[in-house]
């Protein structure tokens, strides 16, 4: 490749990405590149990694292991990183991929009723709701009805009502563009997730480290 100056890479390292069983990990699949044209896609068909059976399917990719690639196609190169310094490639395997049981989705939406039922059943009993909705319809009518079915019907769709609107999503419509409580606390798993795998990853790197460290001539 031939410059007159010194190019300026600008980087940004991905936060997670997928990566198909058996493909090889191409600095393309996790970093943006700004540079000039003529070498960005030469940069972009860098070969960071090709992954094996005993890496797991989960692998962690940081700085310090894109820029030495970068410098050995364009050793003059002025480097910039932003953002994170790490990304993590997920391998998953594709050619697996099967559809979702219907079974299961019934087994599952029957378990989740069913418990939020009895859940919201048993709060009710703990705080005597009964003899509360009782006090509320004589207090609004002058006389006890010790059965008000239709205060009871109007809750019950009142508590649905309110559910759908807490959670800002009914089947695939959403009211608005805010996340739902779930995506949030979805994120949030999500995000300690991969901060106990970069923690785990960096933690079996260092007895590497040590080990190279205590024998620097070892591989002469």
Known sequence: MKRHSAPTIYIQLKNRVIIPKGKGVMLRDVAILITEPECKELLYSI???Q???NDGNLILIDMLRVIPRIHELVPDATIEPFGEGRTIVQITDTAGKKKPSVTLFILVWLLLFFGSALTIMNFHADVN???VQIRIVEMLTGHR???PYAFQVAYSLGI???MVIFFNHLFKKKWNEEPTPL???MFLYQKNIDQYVIHQEY???KPLEDRESEN???SG
Do not use: N, R
């Open 145 to 147: 009805d010790e059965h």
């Open 160 to 162: 649905g009502f309110g």
């Open 216 to 218: 620097p001539g070892g």
């Open 129 to 131: 709701m009964q003899e």
């Open 47 to 49: 070969l960071l990694i």
């Open 183 to 185: 995506e949030v606390e």
């Open 51 to 53: 992954p094996e059976q």
């Open 203 to 205: 933690s079996k790197l």
